[in-house]
């Protein structure tokens, strides 16, 4: 079985540019979580999709956005690119929402110059 | 709310030798753990997870993890370290049913011959 699959793996923009971030999950799954990892903050939890509704949010401003398709792809975008946004972006899913193991992807490197 | 402390961002052990990599969690309610290792420019790979089932849980690779709750720790420990044990590894704990992990801040574990 294939598993989280992200695109593109890596990505420059510019400060001020928007983005969009893909994710498609291990088939059969569907719920899909949105992290951020950077040097200084760590793995933050973004958001989280089930059944193309958003359940949880983490503490992101509202320039981070997600939504999730009814084969429960997921995308992400970032609106007015911050220097502070060049993280690496991960992807993960699950069965279900809850108390179900999540499985990464290799993630988005998003630069921003 | 739920936090995560691993202690120590960098452990170095001989190869064959115990690897010891600590986690105490904060949480009001039972928690679910987990330890995830994520290798240079991957995401991450779920290790283990602790459910409220057996107490000592084990993983892949070798790996294993005890849940004490008196402690509120989920050490990670494998008998004998390989080369191919050097990676970054985390700990994260999920409560109810919200599937958000919050992560520790990880430790680098180096192994030497």
């Known amino acids: 079985k294939a598993g989280v699959t992200q695109t593109p793996r890596y990505l420059i923009k510019t400060r001020g540019q928007q983005v969009t971030l893909s994710c498609s999950p291990i088939?059969?799954?569907?719920?899909v979580s949105w992290y951020q990892q950077t040097p200084g903050q760590g793995l933050q939890f973004l958001f989280e999709y089930f059944s193309e509704t958003q359940r949880n949010k983490g503490n992101f401003p509202g320039r981070f956005s997600g939504r999730q398709f009814s084969n429960s792809r997921s995308e992400m975008n970032v609106s007015t690119l911050e220097l502070g946004d060049s993280a690496l972006y991960l992807c993960?899913?699950?069965?279900?929402?809850?108390?179900?193991?999540?499985?990464f992807g290799p993630g988005t490197r998003l630069t921003v110059t | 709310a739920q936090s995560v402390t691993q202690l120590g961002s960098h452990v170095s052990v001989s190869e064959g030798a115990l690897v010891l990599l600590r986690c105490n969690y904060s949480s009001s309610v039972p928690p679910y753990l987990f330890w995830y290792v994520q290798y240079p420019n991957q995401g991450l790979q779920l290790l283990l997870k602790?459910?409220?089932?057996?107490?000592l849980v084990k993983g892949i690779n070798g790996f294993e993890a005890e849940f004490k709750k008196s402690e509120t720790s989920f050490h990670l420990t494998k008998p004998s370290a390989h080369m191919s044990d050097a990676a970054e590894y985390f700990c994260?704990?999920?409560?109810?049913?919200?599937?958000?992990?919050?992560f520790g801040t990880g430790t680098r574990l180096q192994v030497t011959l």
């Open positions: 088939s059969g799954h569907r719920s």
């Open positions: 993960a899913s699950s069965l279900a929402a809850g108390f179900y193991e999540q499985y």
């Open positions: 602790y459910t409220s089932a057996a107490t």
């Open positions: 994260a704990v999920s409560l109810g049913t919200a599937s958000k992990l919050t």
